[in-house]
């Protein structure tokens, strides 16, 4: 069984910063892609950005580009999400996910998902 545990969330004014903490452990085959997705009340969950093992790959949503930087320690299992020059439009719950690479003859990936953390930008 994989563990997926994010911290970090709460509520900030407009403009300031947060960081998104995001650990998995347990089971852990080896991990492919680490990413943080987010919900808004009444919309669907979104890619808000990825980053491959060894940080090679990187992608962000068009709409935190230039605020937003995601970083990893594989070391640790562990995805961080500085947030930068937040706006009321990123309030959301924010959900790690872990994609776990497993090979049994073949390649496949089984998905984790944290519980998620709940980051209010509000004046």
């Known amino acids: 069984q994989v563990q997926v545990v994010e911290s970090g969330g709460g509520s900030v004014q407009p403009g300031g910063s947060l960081t998104l903490s995001c650990r998995a452990s347990?089971?852990?085959?080896?991990?492919?892609?680490m990413g943080w997705y987010r919900q808004a009340p009444g919309k669907q969950r979104e890619l808000v950005a990825s980053i491959s093992s060894g940080g090679r790959h990187i992608t962000y949503a068009d709409s935190v580009k230039g605020r937003f930087t995601i970083s990893t320690n594989n070391t640790k299992n562990t995805v961080y999400l500085q947030m930068n020059s937040l706006k009321p439009e990123d309030t959301a719950v924010y959900y790690c996910?872990?994609?776990?690479?497993?090979?049994?003859?073949?390649?496949?990936?089984?998905?984790?998902w944290g519980q998620g953390t709940q980051v209010t930008v509000s004046s």
């Open positions: 996910n872990v994609d776990d690479e497993i090979y049994n003859g073949s390649y496949y990936y089984r998905d984790y």
């Open positions: 347990g089971r852990i085959n080896s991990i492919n892609i």
